[in-house]
Nanobody, 120 residues
Framework: QVQLVESGGGSEQAGGSLRLSCVASGDTGGGICMGWFRQAAGKGRERVASIYYDDSTNYADSVKGRFTIAKDNAGNTLYLQMNSLKPQDTAMYYC??????????????WGQGTKVTVSS
């Protein structure tokens, strides 16, 4: 049974920073990638950032240069460092993993989410 638990969300003013964490337990079978996603009120879920088995990364254009995804050596904890926050970053943030592509919307395992609110 794989479980993902996110933390680190909260309220921040525009221009501020937050660091999200996602702790994974259970055996995912060593997936190709993991990802952070977000869903704002009334909108669909979008992928924010992906990190692959070789530590390569990929970002949505809206966060490129401001957000950084990372994972610990064991691959059990996923991070999202969010700098220069904007009100449009306000959303529920989720991490995801899978035995293969945890960076896709089709990922099998999801956390419960952590809420990020950015005020102007």
């Amino acid at each position: 049974q794989v479980q993902l638990v996110e933390s680190g969300g909260g309220s921040e003013q525009a221009g501020g920073s937050l660091r999200l964490s996602c702790v994974a337990s259970g055996d995912t079978g060593g997936g190709i990638c993991m990802g952070w996603f977000r869903q704002a009120a009334g909108k669909g879920r979008e992928r924010v950032a992906s990190i692959y088995y070789d530590d390569s990364t990929n970002y949505a254009d809206s966060v490129k240069g401001r957000f950084t995804i990372a994972k610990d050596n064991a691959g059990n904890t996923l991070y999202l460092q969010m700098n220069s926050l904007k009100p449009q970053d306000t959303a529920m943030y989720y991490c995801a993993t899978d035995s293969r592509y945890g960076c896709r919307q089709s990922a099998r395992y999801w956390g419960q989410g952590t809420k990020v609110t950015v005020s102007s």
